[in-house]
């Protein structure tokens, strides 16, 4: 089934609940997991954590969500599009600076301007 029409976020200034404090940890970890695995040149390994692991938690995220009726915080939903975008950087740059450039930050420097994924 195509998603019609356009999802609906809670405001970025409102509180966040238990699983929105819980998909914001994960992000981190996984963030902190692939930055660690490319620094050792653990490619496979970091395109797992940083792409794969990524939808992952975004999904379940995602699904509860949906049972539950509650939107999802549209400042989350930001970030993981930025850290997504961040993470797969060093292995798809034209992909990362497609997103960075055109959908997230239209004036900034691009992907590769930015000190990294706690920026």
Known sequence: KVCSGVIELRDP???RNFMDTAFDNELNALANQTT???EHMRWRDGII???FGLQLARDAYRDWCFRTRIPMHAALA???VELAALLIAPVCPHFAEHVWGRVLRP???GVFGTKGPGT
């Open 13 to 15: 200034a409102s509180p």
């Open 78 to 80: 930001r970030r993981y």
């Open 36 to 38: 660690d695995h490319f």
């Open 49 to 51: 954590s940083g792409a």
């Open 107 to 109: 004036t900034a420097d």
